[in-house]
């Protein structure tokens, strides 16, 4: 359990004022893959959430470069539209995240990416 202590509260009087920028999606372009995943519905938002895990996780594991996160979601995303069910069941949520996440392991695998920087050692 989180104490005041060890996490005190978050008091936006306290804080002032906030100052909020508009989300710079060339700098971070997983933000516009976000909003189409949303404007999808269905399960491409589970797809877009579960490839980008399995891209991360395959990021820090050092085999993937960071960019090829952003290039893994986006083919795998591409590669769901064919399979996008708009009113999806728990088993096809589930699916779709095994799929997804399947599938970026194949993408790397299979050595398509080129990676824009290179991995560390």
Same mark, same amino acid.
């Given at each position: ?22 989300? @710079?999606?060339?700098?971070? #372009? %997983? =933000?516009?893959?976000?909003? $189409? &995943? ?44 064919? @399979?996008?069910?708009?009113? #999806? %069941? =728990?088993?096809?949520?589930? $699916? &779709? ?25």
């Amino acid at each position: 359990m989180c104490s005041e202590q060890t996490w005190p509260r978050l008091d936006f009087v306290k804080m002032g004022d906030l100052t909020f920028k508009e989300p @710079d999606t060339e700098k971070y #372009p %997983s =933000l516009t893959m976000g909003y $189409a &995943a949303g404007r999808a519905g269905g399960t491409m938002t589970g797809v877009f959430s579960a490839a980008n895990e399995q891209a991360v996780a395959m990021f820090l594991d050092k085999k993937i470069g960071y960019f090829d996160i952003y290039k893994t979601i986006e083919m795998a995303m591409e590669a769901h539209k064919n @399979d996008l069910v708009l009113d #999806p %069941s =728990l088993d096809d949520i589930v $699916a &779709a995240d095994l799929w997804a996440r399947k599938h970026v392991e194949d993408v790397v695998n299979s050595g398509v990416l080129n990676s824009a920087l290179p991995i560390a050692a």
